[in-house]
T-cell receptor, first 114, second 113 residues
Framework: DGGITQSPKYLFRKEGQNVTLSCEQN?????MYWYRQDPGQGLRLIYY???????QKGDIAEGYSVSREKKESFPLTVTSAQKNPTAFYLC?????????????FGDGTRLSIL | AQSVTQLGSHVSVSEGALVLLRCNYS??????LFWYVQYPNQGLQLLLK??????LVKGINGFEAEFKKSETSFHLTKPSAHMSDAAEYFC???????????FGAGTRLFVKA
């Protein structure tokens, strides 16, 4: 079955540490997204990518970085510069990124600080 | 700029009762509108979408929503709630020229036996 796989499901970060969240899709979608979800705030866009080797900052990109070296993969690194990283992180994809296309979501990674 | 407002962070209904989750949007161009559902510790799943055409949209699990341009609303309804409908629901808006989708803050639906 086609879908989006996020790993790990749970992740703990120590002070001053960078951590990387994995996102892989086998839907052959061009566009991929990273969202942060906090209770009562909905989803906020961190980064998005419309094509391989290209990505754009979203609304809350500070303290995060991404890469898009392969169509299937869009890893997110939470750097030590992100002072409040505790949240639920969701990866999504859509065929081309156009507005009329719904997004397909992975099951998320929950990140906590040790 | 586009925005979405979901009225009520929590809604509680009895099993078998009508479900009504409210969503109002703001957009300078004709919007595309979506409803998603999220179960605990999972990602979002698409319930239904409005892009063009018929303003009453039917989705999965018996849900439907009506696009009302004059009221800038896209409320989600289901005639009879089931225990399995308990989840968080998100309304979202995007515009034809953009690549970003704006999500509402979500409404958590509780279903009482």
């Amino acid at each position: 079955d086609g879908g989006i796989t996020q790993s790990p499901k749970y992740l703990f970060r120590k002070e001053g540490q960078n951590v990387t969240l994995s996102c892989e899709q086998n839907l052959n979608h061009d566009a991929m997204y990273w969202y942060r979800q906090d209770p009562g705030q909905g989803l906020r866009l961190i980064y998005y990518s419309q094509i391989v080797n290209d990505f754009q900052k979203g609304d809350i990109a500070e303290g995060y970085s991404v890469s898009r070296e392969k169509k299937e993969s869009f890893p997110l690194t939470v750097t030590s510069a992100q002072k409040n990283p505790t949240a639920f992180y969701l990866c999504a994809s859509s065929p081309t990124g156009e507005g009329n296309q719904p997004q397909h979501f992975g099951d998320g990674t929950r990140l906590s600080i040790l | 700029a586009q925005s979405v407002t979901q009225l009520g962070s929590h809604v509680s209904v009895s099993e078998g009762a009508l479900v009504l989750l409210r969503c109002n949007y703001s957009s300078s161009v004709p919007p595309y509108l979506f409803w998603y559902v999220q179960y605990p510790n999972q990602g979002l799943q698409l319930l239904l979408k409005y892009t063009t055409g018929a303003t009453l949209v039917k989705g999965i699990n018996g849900f439907e929503a009506e696009f009302k341009k004059s009221e800038t609303s896209f409320h989600l309804t289901k005639p009879s709630a089931h225990m399995s409908d308990a989840a968080e629901y998100f309304c979202a808006v995007s515009d034809p020229g953009g690549f970003k989708t704006i999500f509402g803050a979500g409404t958590r639906l509780f279903v009482k036996a």
